[in-house]
């Protein structure tokens, strides 16, 4: 199945490029793509489970969807993603 999810948090490449190494390493989830413009990550799925998984480890990192919680130490996760993704490229 694919899905697009829309996110909070997405400021640059550096976001993205963390979003798609983490969301690549987990089973059941593949091509992984980020829109910066819009704010989504699309994505494939083998269940709901993997649904679950991947909405819960992008609130992890600091991303979390459109319409839920976004406090403080959500934003400054996403800025640490943010700089891991920068190095990472």
């Known amino acids: 199945m694919e899905t697009t999810l829309q996110i909070q948090n997405l400021k640059c490449s550096g976001c993205a490029n963390t979003i798609i190494i983490q969301l690549s ?3 059941g989830v593949s091509d992984v793509t980020v829109n910066n413009d ?3 990550v699309s994505f494939n799925y083998t269940s709901e489970n993997e649904l679950k998984t991947v909405e819960k480890k992008l609130s992890d990192l600091g991303y979390p969807m459109l319409g839920e919680a976004n406090p403080l130490p959500k934003k400054a996760k996403s800025f640490v993603s943010c700089a891991i993704g920068r190095m990472t490229k």
């Open 25 to 27: 390493k987990l089973n």
């Open 38 to 40: 819009t704010d989504e």
